[in-house]
């Protein structure tokens, strides 16, 4: 029923900046609340922020002060803003959406993007 494509992955130095992108066709996106998440080569999917249909905001620890999360309800798209990206920053990152606002719950999301590869060199 709903889809979702990120954009915006690639491969920067440590210190740099990428912006990812994540939009939705097929559902009132303005309703959802959106994630994203991440996962490293042999890693659990990790949480890094999500935002609710009424724009509150939620950070992972190891990304608050860098990353900004932050939603377009005429473009359907929500943003992942990142900033002084560390290595360990290195992963796939998902855009998520759900029906009710699960936060840091992957099982509380019900639609998934492909992901986007993001890598940072030292």
């Known amino acids: 029923q709903v889809q979702l494509v990120e954009s915006g992955g690639g491969l920067v130095q440590a210190g740099g900046s990428l912006r990812l992108s994540c939009t939705a066709s097929?559902?009132?996106?303005?309703?959802?609340?959106m994630g994203w998440f991440r996962q490293a080569p042999g890693k659990e999917r990790e949480f890094v922020a999500a935002i609710s249909w009424n724009n509150n905001t939620y950070y992972a620890d190891s990304v608050k002060g860098r990353f900004t999360i932050s939603r377009d309800n005429a473009k359907s798209t929500v943003y992942l803003q990142m900033d002084s990206l560390k290595p360990e920053d290195t992963a796939v990152y998902y855009c998520?959406?759900?029906?009710?606002?699960?936060?840091?719950?992957?099982?509380?999301?019900?639609?998934w993007g492909q992901g986007t590869q993001v890598t940072v060199s030292s």
């Open positions: 097929g559902g009132t996106f303005s309703s959802y609340a």
């Open positions: 998520a959406a759900g029906r009710v606002l699960g936060i840091n719950i992957v099982s509380l999301y019900d639609y």
